[in-house]
């Protein structure tokens, strides 16, 4: 029997960092807080990224075959706040931030964090409410040094 307090708790000690999650399909782009992000292969470099399954951004990802994260600095909470908020009710999210077009894909890249990696999707499993995409890095740049925004760090939970 599954003890639903201990698979939260636990669950939720699974450190995540934050990222901002790009993503385009044609003239549409759109950005997303995203935290269940790992890399999984050296040759090739290959990054996991979940999408849940009812966003826009999911939609996109899996029409375009592309993404591209945008790696968030400790300190950047408030950036992580604005990008979890649903496109469809605050419009525009990259209004107010600087943001460009990742080279490779496309997908919109924040220019005030430490650095991103763009992804073209070569798998995906859909299962439960969230999709794992499995994109091959075909693009990367650091913009600065620093430490990584961590989930831990800001209070928040997403996860149990």
């Known amino acids: 029997m599954l003890d639903e307090q201990a698979k939260k708790t636990l669950l939720r000690k699974i450190p ?15 950005g997303f807080t995203a935290s269940w992000v790992m890399q999984a292969s050296f040759q090739p ?21 592309v993404f ?4 968030l600095e400790a300190g950047q909470k408030d950036m992580a706040q604005n990008f979890f908020k649903p496109q469809r009710r605050v419009g525009n999210k990259f209004e107010d931030i600087e943001f460009y077009e990742a080279p490779e894909t496309g997908c919109p890249v924040i220019k005030d964090t430490l650095g991103y ?13 969230h999709t794992v995409f499995v994109g091959e890095v075909v693009g990367a740049s650091v913009h600065r ?9 800001t209070g928040w939970n997403y996860g149990g």
């Open 45 to 65: 470099p290959l990054v996991v990224n979940c999408i849940k399954n009812d966003s826009g951004s999911h939609e996109m990802v899996k029409q375009s075959g």
């Open 68 to 71: 591209a994260l945008s790696v």
């Open 117 to 129: 990696v763009e992804c073209r999707v070569v798998g995906s499993v859909e299962h439960g409410d």
């Open 16 to 30: 995540h960092g934050l990222y901002v999650c790009g993503v385009r399909n044609g003239d549409e782009m759109n």
């Open 145 to 153: 040094e620093g430490d990584p925004l961590l989930l831990e760090s």
